[in-house]
C-alpha cells in the first residue's frame, strides 16, 4: 500500500520558501501565483509589515519527502479562497479533511485543476454545500511574440502622481471583465491592492500606461516582478469608450518586450468565458498551459 501525502502547514512565508524553493522553481510558469505571492509577502514581513495571523501555507510530500504539491491561504478578500496548485489527488482530499478537522470554515477553492475539484468536492461533503464554479481560467505562457498591428501612441510607466488613475483603473478591471464574460459586474472576487501596495508596485517600474498620440493615458497594463524566472501580465485594462483601438495589444507586447529583456519568461491568465481577450493573447503568441478554476461553495 502506498503511504498517504504528508501535508505541512507554516504561517510564515519563508519557511514555506525554504521548504518548497526546489520545486516551486521547477515548474515556475505554473507555479507563477504561488511564487509571486509569496516571495511578495515574504518581502513585506522582512520590511517589517505585520501578515494576517491566519494566512498559511502548504508543502505536501510523498514517502519518499519529496515535494509533490503546495497551497496557499492569503487572500485579503472574502471569502477568502484558498489557492492549490497541481497535487496528487489524495493529497487534495486530505487538505479537505485537514482543514474540517482544524474547523476551518473553506467555502471557496482556487487553483489548478483537477485539484482544486477534488478539494472542494471533499470540502462539500464534509461540511455541506454545492460546488459551484466562479470562474474558468486558463494560464497561458509567451512562446513567441507575434507583435500586433502598430497604432498610435507609446508605452511608458506610471508615475506615483499617477497613483489615483491607476487604483481607479486596477478597480474597473475585474467589474468589466466579468461583463465581458457575460456575468453579472463584481461576481468574480479578486484582490484590488492597496493605495500603499499600488505605489510600491508603480515605484518598482510594474505598471504602465498607453498613452494616445497627444499623450493621454487610454490604457494600463501592469505585471508582477519575476519569481523564479517568469514575470506574469496583468491586470490588462482599457476604459471601454478607448476599446477596439489596438491599443491593449500594443500596450501588451511591448511590455512582453521589456520582460523578455530582462530575461523573464512571460505569463498570464485568461477568462475562458472572454473570447476578447483569448484571441487577443493568441494572436500576440501565448499558448495555453494548465486550466484552472475559482470554485465557490454555496450553502
Do not use: K
Not at 1 to 6: H, I, K, V
Not at 155 to 184: H, K, M, N, S, Y
Not at 186 to 203: C, Q, Y
Not at 224 to 235: C, L
Amino acid at each position: 500500500m502506498t503511504a498517504a501525502p504528508t501535508l505541512h502547514f507554516c504561517t510564515d512565508p519563508d519557511e514555506f520558501l525554504a521548504a518548497a524553493e526546489a520545486y516551486l522553481a521547477a515548474d515556475p510558469v505554473i507555479n507563477t501565483v504561488v511564487a509571486s505571492v509569496t516571495r511578495r509577502m515574504a518581502a513585506r514581513r522582512a520590511e517589517g509589515v505585520a501578515l494576517p495571523e491566519d494566512d498559511w501555507w502548504l508543502v505536501v510530500r510523498d514517502a519518499s519527502g519529496a515535494v509533490v504539491g503546495a497551497a496557499m491561504r492569503t487572500a485579503p478578500f472574502p471569502p477568502r479562497p484558498a489557492f492549490l496548485l497541481p497535487m496528487p489527488p489524495e493529497a487534495a482530499v486530505a487538505l479537505a479533511r485537514a482543514w474540517h478537522r482544524r474547523g476551518e470554515r473553506i467555502r471557496a477553492v482556487n487553483g489548478a485543476l483537477p485539484a482544486a475539484r477534488a478539494c472542494a468536492d471533499e470540502v462539500a461533503r464534509l461540511d455541506g454545500g454545492r460546488v459551484e464554479v466562479g470562474q474558468h481560467t486558463r494560464l497561458h505562457v509567451l512562446d513567441q511574440l507575434a507583435p500586433p498591428a502598430p497604432v498610435p501612441g507609446a508605452l511608458r510607466a506610471a508615475g506615483p502622481d499617477e497613483v489615483d488613475l491607476v487604483a481607479a483603473w486596477f478597480g474597473a478591471f475585474t467589474a468589466d471583465a466579468d461583463e465581458q464574460a457575460g456575468r453579472p459586474p463584481g461576481t468574480s472576487a479578486h484582490e484590488t491592492p492597496d493605495r500603499a501596495e499600488l505605489l510600491r508596485r508603480i515605484r518598482d517600474g510594474r505598471v504602465w500606461f498607453w498613452t494616445d498620440g497627444s499623450g493621454v493615458p487610454v490604457h494600463l497594463t501592469a505585471a508582477n516582478p519575476p519569481s523564479f524566472g517568469v514575470a506574469r501580465i496583468g491586470p490588462v485594462y482599457t476604459p471601454p469608450e478607448q476599446r477596439g483601438r489596438g491599443w491593449a495589444g500594443n500596450a501588451v507586447a511591448e511590455v512582453c518586450r521589456l520582460l523578455t529583456a530582462e530575461g523573464a519568461r512571460v505569463c498570464l491568465f485568461t477568462d475562458q468565458a472572454n473570447p476578447v481577450s483569448n484571441r487577443l493573447y493568441a494572436g500576440l503568441g501565448f499558448r495555453p498551459v494548465v486550466d484552472m478554476a475559482n470554485l465557490v461553495l454555496v450553502d
